[in-house]
């Protein structure tokens, strides 16, 4: 059963946030009709919003977010020094590799994009970028992290994830999926055969310490057309290396 937020006023504010982040911009009644809110409330919430600093209105009469958000973004960010401590790394990864490197955090039963540093020769739009969310187990980064929980842990993630079959290869079947995380400990990385987005494969590595479940990790992203099986097997080499560099670095703060 889906949960209600219980303070309803809360639910509405940020439910226009959250629309207005996906939009240069929209009118009231575009933002009514899409949140199912009459138009007085939604006139009050943006009313508020306005006040709060959070949103202005273009000439056009248009609602749109401003910096304030970011520098939210920015504040809350500034407080993962982990980032600076893995960004050097991250870069060496993709000058090795010529390929995009992502840098997530686990949050519940998904992995948030924490850092991302693009490849200069891409030829395919990758669906990630800062701030985005993807399922733990449907991805590289997500089933690397996985491999470290325990059974239980395990369990509770599928149950409470919305298991669908993205792309043709999707693990869907939870022994299937148990079976991969075995697989993940034994050689140390987890790879994304096309499972979460068609035309990209991934590698992927967790970073936890010994004896905890990861809440970080790591992947390099590629288009098909880059990566076979030699060259995922290459590039599974050099994650693994620099996962372990990575380690000695953040180790005490993990």
Same mark, same amino acid.
């Given at each position: 059963?889906?949960?209600?937020?219980?303070?309803?006023?809360?639910d509405r504010l940020f439910?226009?946030?959250?629309?207005?982040?996906?939009?240069?911009?929209?009118?009231?009644?575009?933002?009514?009709?899409?949140?199912?809110?009459?138009?007085?409330?939604?006139?009050?919430?943006?009313?508020? !919003?306005?006040?709060?600093?959070?949103?202005?209105?273009?000439?056009? #009469?248009?609602?749109?977010?401003?910096?304030?958000?970011?520098? %939210?973004?920015?504040?809350?960010?500034?407080?993962?020094?982990?980032?600076?401590?893995?960004?050097? +790394?991250?870069?060496? %990864?993709?000058?090795?590799?010529?390929?995009?490197? +992502?840098?997530?955090?686990?949050?519940?039963?998904?992995?948030?994009?924490?850092?991302?540093?693009?490849?200069?020769?891409?030829?395919?739009?990758?669906?990630? +970028?800062? #701030?985005s969310r993807i399922p %733990?187990?449907?991805? #590289?980064? #997500?089933?690397?992290?996985?491999?470290?929980?325990?059974?239980?842990?395990?369990?509770r993630m599928w149950k409470?994830?919305?298991?669908?079959?993205?792309?043709?290869?999707?693990?869907?079947?939870? !022994?299937?999926?148990?079976?991969?995380?075995?697989?993940?400990?034994?050689?140390?990385?987890?790879?994304?055969?096309?499972?979460?987005?068609?035309?990209?494969?991934?590698?992927?590595?967790?970073?936890?310490?010994?004896?905890?479940?990861?809440?970080?990790?790591?992947?390099?992203?590629?288009?098909?057309?880059?990566?076979?099986?030699?060259? %995922?097997?290459? !590039?599974?080499?050099?994650?693994?290396?620099?996962?372990?560099?990575?380690?000695?670095?953040?180790?005490?703060?993990?």
């Amino acid at each position: 059963m889906e949960e209600k937020n219980p303070i309803q006023v809360a639910d509405r504010l940020f439910g226009v946030v959250e629309f207005l982040a996906e939009r240069e911009s929209s009118g009231l009644m575009e933002i009514a009709t899409a949140l199912e809110l009459n138009k007085s409330t939604a006139h009050r919430i943006l009313t508020s !919003l306005q006040y709060m600093g959070y949103v202005r209105q273009t000439e056009e #009469g248009k609602y749109v977010l401003t910096m304030k958000i970011v520098e %939210l973004s920015g504040k809350v960010m500034s407080r993962f020094d982990i980032i600076g401590l893995v960004r050097p +790394h991250l870069k060496s %990864l993709m000058e090795l590799t010529g390929e995009t490197v +992502h840098f997530v955090k686990r949050d519940g039963n998904e992995a948030i994009y924490i850092d991302k540093v693009e490849a200069r020769s891409n030829t395919i739009q990758m669906v990630s +970028h800062i #701030g985005s969310r993807i399922p %733990l187990y449907c991805s #590289g980064v #997500g089933k690397a992290m996985a491999a470290t929980f325990s059974p239980d842990e395990v369990r509770r993630m599928w149950k409470e994830s919305d298991i669908k079959k993205l792309t043709p290869n999707t693990i869907t079947d939870y !022994l299937d999926f148990e079976d991969t995380l075995a697989r993940i400990r034994e050689e140390g990385y987890a790879i994304d055969d096309e499972e979460n987005q068609l035309g990209v494969r991934c590698v992927a590595a967790d970073l936890s310490a010994p004896g905890k479940s990861a809440e970080y990790a790591l992947s390099i992203s590629a288009p098909v057309s880059r990566m076979d099986d030699t060259r %995922l097997l290459k !590039l599974a080499d050099y994650m693994i290396k620099t996962r372990n560099e990575i380690l000695e670095a953040i180790r005490p703060i993990l």
